[in-house]
């Protein structure tokens, strides 16, 4: 049998003499502390559920489901919903300049016919909408780290360029990272 450590006392740390309720507290805690962040999560601290925004027109019915809040480095979904009332010819997305710049586009599904830029907006054409008919496009992306602040992101359904119908929104996006106690974010070295 191995001798007891030098600095360990038998009596006392194996046999919890001394401190009968310490141990039971400790494990309290830690189970508490576990269980407080995925309970933080599911509140909706963390992230935020996407926002429906709508608008319609005699032509068109918009709606834009989005996050209307993020931090920086989170991944993202808008998803956009136009429902054509009348023929569109050439129904065009007019996005904001909120929604590409300070966030990295990663995917747009379905792909565009063409991508143009409008006066610091980005165009997507989508071709021809039936009326009665719905085209659902779908965009992934990620929020820039450095990024903080409010944003207009405003999204318009043109017809070729004549302006259909428009949602005005505005994200607002949150520092990532600790702050330290004076409410200054630290800077960070590369």
Same mark, same amino acid.
């Given at each position: ?21 310490? %141990? ?25 559920? %996407? ?17 209307? @809040?993020? +931090? ?5 979904? @808008? ?5 054509? +009332? ?15 710049? #300070? ?17 610091? +907006? ?10 009665? $008919? ?17 944003? %207009?992101? #405003? ?7 004549? %302006? ?18 004076? #409410? @200054?974010?630290?800077?960070?070295? $590369?």
């Amino acid at each position: 049998m191995a001798e007891t450590p030098q600095y360990l006392m038998l009596v006392r740390h194996r046999d919890l003499r001394g401190r009968s309720r310490q %141990p039971w507290n400790h494990e309290a805690m830690q189970v508490g502390v576990v269980l407080v962040v995925p309970l933080l999560g599911l509140a909706g601290v963390f992230g935020r559920e %996407p926002v429906v925004s709508a608008a319609s027109s005699p032509d068109a019915t918009l709606k834009v489901t989005a996050a209307d @809040a993020l +931090r920086g480095g989170l991944l993202g979904q @808008a998803k956009f919903e136009v429902t054509a +009332r009348s023929n569109l010819k050439h129904a065009t997305l007019v996005l904001d300049r909120g929604w590409w710049d #300070g966030l990295q586009l990663n995917t747009i599904a379905p792909g565009p016919l063409g991508e143009t830029e409008r006066a610091g +907006r980005l165009a997507l054409d989508f071709g021809h909408v039936p009326a009665g $008919s719905k085209l659902l496009v779908r965009i992934q992306f990620q929020v820039n780290p450095t990024l903080v602040g409010s944003r %207009p992101q #405003g999204v318009e359904v043109d017809d070729g360029r004549r %302006p259909i119908v428009r949602v005005n929104r505005t994200l607002t996006v949150f520092p990532q990272g600790r702050w330290t106690s004076s #409410g @200054a974010q630290p800077s960070s070295s $590369s």
